[in-house]
């Protein structure tokens, strides 16, 4: 963590709850980034400050890349960086090789307090 305060990567194709989730973040005391695809998130884990970034919250379904896509390349490159998926499916294959892959999983729509409590046990698993 860069000065004490956890730095999220959130990544939604909405730009509307991209917006909604950061301001949400910002009020339980946390910096955050906004991708709106996976393409602009993997850019942002490559910027000079890229490896700043504490935790990566992402949705499942986007254009272009899916969040399990992602997920697999971000598990590739920045294996230590912790991930909470976000998603509006209910069931379905992609959110069973979430809990295969043993990521934390919040369906929308959802608690702010359930989000930041599920941020803050991933951050505590950080070695």
Known sequence: MNDGTPRILVVDDEQTQLET?????????YQCTG?????????????????????????????????IELIEEVRRRWPDL?????????????????????????????EPDTLDQMIRAALRSLP
């Open 21 to 29: 989730v950061c301001r949400g973040l910002f009020l339980y005391g």
């Open 35 to 67: 991708a709106l695809d996976a393409d602009a998130a993997i850019e942002q884990l490559t910027a000079p400050d890229g490896s700043d970034f504490d935790l990566m919250l992402t949705d499942l379904t986007m254009p272009g890349s899916s969040g």
């Open 82 to 110: 912790p991930i909470v998926v976000i998603t509006g499916l209910a069931a379905s294959p992609e959110v069973e090789q979430v809990a295969d892959m043993a990521i934390p999983l919040l369906q929308k729509p959802f």
